[in-house]
Structure formats: structure tokens, C-alpha cells
């Protein structure tokens, strides 16, 4: 196990390196043009102690670019790099076999690999009833379960794709149909760098100030690999087709306080190039109690296993997904296992009374316990707990995760500190 001095390095190199503040607002080029910087900075130190290998990463992300908007015809032009740097070795960039002298089996996976890339490059017809967005993009859709940017990792997930959103009221419908995914691996990363295919999203309901209903469905179609066995080919495995509802809302209990309640439902089947045969469901319901600065969330989420698939158990996968955000920040459920995955937990997030040396205090604690679908074995139960603030022009963040194992993977300790300025 590593011990705590990259971080305190970490943490001292952000603040200067962040010392220089940036303008805060548009610049006006003239009467019509704006233009945006973009700048997004984040240094992180992880470190990962796993039963049989460890590993520790110190990483410094950066995203420049900048926005230009002409206001008569509403159309604004995007353009956006992003780039990783590490000051060490001591982990895997990968958790598969990558030609790439960053993949180190010998070294637990952490995920933030040193790339170099464009990370958007987008068109935008941007009105109140009307936004077409064409080109590499940004896409986060719900609770981004199915479809998200991964935000989490040092390089996001990106599209490269054309985008239909419009508005009628309480009415809301988008449809989106991409053809590249960029994945969080990075340009290092083949085969898994990025992938072709065909995508369509489409995604629309109803939403009110109180409560949002929503249809959707997600067609993915991943291009054939020559051999089922590459590493590249896991994504044929994951094309699929997604039809569900997502309902939210939300009541408000008087005295500060609030019940709010999320829930989903979807069944997925094989699609397109899939060599496999299956079908499985998918549901969560989470209600949430809001008192003052703290609320309480009780979760169930159950990704279904078909018990009769080709092949053998296949159960409902989420490839698309910011999959940090679901199942425990110890990543231990990137890939739903074959026989599903049930996982029931509890969370209490919210704001720690004013501290002068630590403003804007905020918390994370999560308890998991993670059951498979079929036959209902044990896999194991995690904690989760965070500590965030803001020192402006920074923020601040400290989190920790510990999965025991019972039945799946193995126990896993990940500790993480960081910091991130954005314009």
C-alpha cells in the first residue's frame, strides 16, 4: 500500500498551477460574436489496494477550448481538446491486454490512461423550442444510467454524432443516432479506444415542475470484430435494443422538509451483430427524504439475467452508462455479471454546518450489498464515503471506497484525493 505523500504533492502542485484565474464571462467580439473559454483543470492522486495487486496513480487532466456564438442566427461553433499526463507508473491503464506500454498486469487497473485528444468538436442551432448539435459531443440523458459522458474518469466519453432536441411546453422529445463512441480508455487504449457502430437514442415524455414522465429507447449496434476473442470484440457482445419508462417527482413535507421518489423500468434483448440470443430486465425505484441540508436515499436496482440464453446465463448490460456513478465507486460491476446483479444500498448525502478552513462542506456515506439475480448468491457489500469543499477558484474532494468480497471479485480498498478548477 502506497502511503499519502503523492497526494499532499498533488494538492500543493494544484494550487499553483491553478493560481492564475481565467475571465469568468463570454467575451463580446462584437455586437453579434461572443466567444467562451473553456478550461478545466483536475489533478488526482488514486491508489488502489487490492488483494493480490495494488497500485497508485498521480494524473493531471486538462480541457481547453473555447465556444463562439453568433446571436442573430443562433448557431454557435465548439471546440474542445483534452489532454492526461501521469508522474509515475505504478498502475494499469487498462483491465485488458492493450498494445500500449501503459497496460501493466502486474499493477491494478486504474483507468485514467495519458491521452491526448479532441474531446468535442460540435455545430449547435441552439433555440427555446429547437437545439441540433452535429459532430463529436457530449451527451448525458437521465439519470445517465443508459446513456452518459463517465465523468468521473480523467478522459470522458464522447460522441460522434447528430442531435435532435425540441420542447412544447411540458412536452419534451429528443432523438440522437451516433456512430462512434469515445470511450474513457483514450487514444492509447486499443481496441477498446473507441468504437464504431450504429446508436440511436431516443428519449422524450412529459415534465412538470413536480414530476417527469419519460419513454425511451436505446438501440445500439456495435461493428462486427474478425474474432470473437479480441478484446475489441466485448462490444459486438453488448449490442443491444432498450425499451423503458424512467417517472420522478417530488412532494414537499412543509418545515424543510421533502419526499421525492425515482424509479425505472426496461427490457433489453439482443440486437444487430449480437452473436448471442437473450433477454433481460431491468428496474430501480430509490425514495429519497430531504430534511433541511441532509437527505436520506434508499435504493433497489436489479439488472436481469436470462438463465436460457445462447450460450449460457446473459444478463442486462449498461455499456453506454457513467457506470462509476451506480454499484459502488470501487468499479467492482463495470460488466454486469452473467447471472445479473441486485444491489440494494443506503445514502446520506448533504451540507456540514459553515467551517471557516473548509467552506462549502459537503458529504457522501453509501452502504451496498450486492446480490446476483439468478439463484440470489452473495457477491458482497461495499461502503462508500466522501468529503467535498470549495476553496475558490478550486474544488476540493476526498473519497474512499472498500468492497468485501463474498462471492464475486476480490476485496478492494481505493482512496482518492483531488482537486479541479473550472472556467
Same mark, same amino acid.
Not at 37 to 57: C, G, K, M, N, Y
Given at each position: 500500500m502506497t502511503c499519502f505523500r503523492p497526494a499532499i504533492l498533488a494538492l500543493s502542485l494544484t494550487t499553483c498551477a491553478t493560481s492564475v484565474q481565467a475571465q469568468t464571462h463570454p467575451i463580446a467580439l462584437d455586437e453579434q460574436?461572443?466567444?467562451?473559454?473553456?478550461?478545466?483543470?483536475?489533478?488526482?492522486?488514486?491508489?488502489?489496494?487490492?488483494?493480490?495487486?495494488?497500485?497508485?496513480?498521480e494524473s493531471l487532466r486538462l480541457r481547453a477550448g473555447a465556444e463562439l456564438t453568433h446571436t442573430p442566427s443562433h448557431i454557435s461553433f465548439l471546440a474542445e481538446g483534452t489532454g492526461t499526463t501521469h508522474f509515475g507508473s505504478g498502475f494499469s491503464g487498462f483491465s485488458y491486454a492493450a498494445p500500449s506500454d501503459q497496460y501493466r498486469p502486474h499493477r491494478a487497473t486504474i483507468a485514467d490512461g495519458s491521452a491526448v485528444a479532441l474531446n468535442r468538436l460540435q455545430l449547435r442551432y441552439a433555440t427555446k423550442p429547437l437545439t441540433v448539435t452535429i459532430g463529436r459531443q457530449r451527451i448525458v440523458l437521465d439519470d445517465q444510467r443508459f446513456v452518459g459522458n463517465g465523468p468521473w474518469r480523467q478522459t470522458e466519453q464522447t460522441f460522434d454524432a447528430a442531435r435532435v432536441q425540441t420542447a412544447w411546453g411540458p412536452l419534451q422529445l429528443e432523438a440522437t443516432h451516433a456512430i462512434r463512441q469515445n470511450t474513457v480508455n483514450g487514444g492509447d487504449g486499443a481496441p477498446r479506444a473507441h468504437l464504431r457502430g450504429d446508436f440511436t437514442f431516443v428519449n422524450g415524455g412529459i415534465a412538470t415542475?413536480?414530476?417527469?414522465?419519460?419513454?425511451?429507447?436505446?438501440?445500439?449496434?456495435?461493428?462486427?470484430?474478425?474474432?470473437?476473442?479480441?478484446?475489441?470484440?466485448?462490444?459486438?457482445?453488448?449490442?443491444?435494443?432498450? !425499451? #423503458?419508462?424512467?417517472? $420522478?417527482? *417530488? =412532494?414537499?413535507?412543509?418545515?424543510?422538509?421533502?419526499?421525492? +421518489?425515482?424509479?425505472?423500468?426496461?427490457?433489453?434483448?439482443?440486437?444487430?451483430?449480437?452473436?448471442?440470443?437473450?433477454?433481460?430486465?431491468?428496474?430501480?425505484?430509490?425514495?429519497?427524504?430531504?430534511?433541511?441540508?441532509?437527505?436520506?436515499?434508499?435504493?433497489?436496482?436489479?439488472?436481469?439475467?436470462?438463465?436460457?440464453?445462447?450460450?449460457?446465463?446473459?444478463?442486462?448490460?449498461?455499456?453506454?452508462?457513467?457506470?462509476h456513478k451506480f454499484n459502488g465507486w470501487a468499479d467492482m460491476f463495470l460488466t454486469t455479471p452473467a447471472n445479473g446483479l441486485r444491489d440494494?444500498?443506503?445514502?446520506?448525502?448533504?451540507?456540514?454546518?459553515?467551517?471557516?478552513?473548509?467552506?462549502?462542506?459537503?458529504?457522501?456515506?453509501?452502504?451496498?450489498?450486492?446480490?446476483?439475480?439468478?439463484?440470489?448468491?452473495? !457477491? #458482497?457489500?461495499?461502503? $462508500?464515503? *466522501? =468529503?467535498?469543499?470549495?476553496?475558490?477558484?478550486?474544488?476540493? +474532494?476526498?473519497?474512499?471506497?472498500?468492497?468485501?468480497?463474498?462471492?464475486?471479485?476480490?476485496?478492494?480498498?481505493?482512496?482518492?484525493?483531488?482537486?479541479?478548477?473550472?472556467?
Open positions: 460574436l461572443t466567444l467562451s473559454p473553456i478550461i478545466d483543470a483536475r489533478l488526482r492522486w488514486e491508489d488502489v489496494d487490492a488483494t493480490s495487486r495494488d497500485a497508485h496513480a415542475k413536480r414530476a417527469t414522465l419519460k419513454g425511451f429507447a436505446y438501440l445500439l449496434d456495435y461493428d462486427a470484430a474478425p474474432f470473437l476473442n479480441q478484446p475489441g470484440a466485448r462490444a459486438q457482445l453488448d449490442s443491444s435494443q432498450t !425499451y #423503458g419508462l424512467r417517472a $420522478n417527482g *417530488s =412532494l414537499p413535507l412543509g418545515h424543510g422538509a421533502s419526499l421525492a +421518489l425515482a424509479g425505472s423500468v426496461a427490457w433489453q434483448s439482443s440486437y444487430g451483430r449480437n452473436p448471442n440470443a437473450y433477454a433481460a430486465t431491468y428496474s430501480s425505484i430509490e425514495p429519497a427524504l430531504t430534511l433541511g441540508q441532509h437527505t436520506l436515499t434508499l435504493t433497489r436496482e436489479v439488472l436481469g439475467a436470462d438463465a436460457g440464453a445462447q450460450g449460457g446465463a446473459w444478463s442486462f448490460q449498461t455499456p453506454l452508462s457513467s457506470l440494494h444500498s443506503v445514502t446520506l448525502t448533504g451540507k456540514l454546518p459553515k467551517v471557516k478552513a473548509l467552506p462549502r462542506l459537503t458529504y457522501t456515506v453509501a452502504h451496498h450489498w450486492f446480490d446476483a439475480d439468478l439463484g440470489g448468491a452473495h !457477491y #458482497g457489500k461495499e461502503i $462508500n464515503a *466522501s =468529503l467535498g469543499f470549495s476553496t475558490k477558484p478550486i474544488n476540493w +474532494l476526498l473519497k474512499f471506497a472498500q468492497y468485501e468480497a463474498r462471492g464475486f471479485g476480490l476485496d478492494t480498498r481505493k482512496i482518492w484525493v483531488q482537486a479541479e478548477f473550472v472556467f
